[in-house]
C-alpha cells in the first residue's frame, strides 16, 4: 500500500451490531480505533452517542430516523448495551452519556477513542444486551 492510499480508502471499523424493538439500530465499537472511528466519521450528526461515565467502554451509536425521535425506553435500551459493553458489565445501575452525535468531538492529537462531549443527557440503567 502506497503511503497515499490510507486516506483514499473507506474505513470501517469492526462493530457490534443490535436491532432494537421497532427496528432501531444500534452499533457498538470494539476497539479504541473503531470507537473513534465509530464516533468521528461513521456516526451522522443526528444519530445518537452513548458512553458509560468516567470509565472505559465502547461508543455505541443509536442510528437516527428522518422524522422520527425514539422513546425514553429506546435510549435506556441503548444505553443499557453502553453499560454491557464497558468496565461496568458486572456493576449494578450505572450512569451513562448520552447526546446527540453532532455534539461530540476529537480533541486536537488526542488518542484513539478520546472524545469531548456537550449537551450531555445521564441515563441510570442496568448492563443488559437484547
Not at 22 to 27: A, Q
Not at 39 to 49: H, K, L, M
Not at 118 to 126: G, Q, S
Request: hydrophobic share 30%.
Amino acid at each position: 500500500m502506497r503511503k497515499n492510499d490510507r486516506y483514499t480508502q473507506p474505513i470501517q471499523p469492526d462493530v457490534h451490531e443490535y436491532e432494537l424493538p421497532g427496528g432501531w439500530s444500534v452499533l457498538v465499537g470494539k476497539t479504541d480505533i473503531d470507537n473513534d472511528i465509530l464516533s468521528t466519521r461513521v456516526a451522522n450528526p443526528d444519530d445518537w452517542w452513548f458512553h458509560v461515565r468516567s470509565m472505559p467502554g465502547s461508543h455505541v451509536i443509536l442510528r437516527a430516523r428522518p422524522d422520527e425521535e425514539p422513546d425514553k425506553e429506546t435510549l435506556k435500551r441503548t444505553a443499557s448495551i453502553a453499560v454491557y459493553h464497558s468496565k461496568a458489565r458486572n456493576a449494578g445501575i450505572t450512569p451513562v452519556s448520552c447526546t446527540r452525535a453532532c455534539n461530540v468531538n476529537k480533541p486536537r492529537n488526542a488518542k484513539p477513542g478520546t472524545v469531548q462531549i456537550r449537551k450531555e443527557i445521564i441515563l441510570k440503567v442496568r448492563p443488559c444486551i437484547p
